[in-house]
């Protein structure tokens, strides 16, 4: 299925250091999300790429990002993180109150 896609670049600003010069990133509009990225090194070559992957969230009525993956072109190497379908996946909650953040009760609530 086609998706519209909006490009954004970013170029590091004149005088400043980062390890990358430019980034570019390409959201899909139907969700906002940064679905995929470009990272340039020093010399303008595409140094890494990053892919979010996408996943329905049923109880919530919107989709949701939950495995990202960032590969290094150059050393050959890359990283999956947020793989969360080992746990059954992400379910949303209510929103924790005031004393369900105090020290206590996180101590309590906390798996050893």
Do not use: C, N
Not at 90 to 104: E, F
């Amino acid at each position: 299925e086609l998706h519209r896609v909006w490009v954004v670049e970013a170029t590091l600003r004149e005088g400043k250091r980062h390890v990358y010069s430019k980034r570019t990133f390409y959201l899909d509009e139907d969700s906002w999300a940064a679905l995929a990225s470009d990272q340039y090194d020093a010399r303008g070559q595409l140094y890494r790429a990053g892919f979010a992957y996408m996943a329905p969230s049923y109880d919530l009525p919107a989709p949701y990002t939950d495995m990202f993956g960032h590969y290094d072109l150059v050393a050959g190497i890359y990283s999956l993180t947020g793989f969360s379908a080992e746990t059954g996946g992400m379910r949303q909650s209510k929103p924790l109150t005031d004393r369900d953040w105090s020290p206590d009760s996180l101590a309590g609530s906390g798996i050893r």
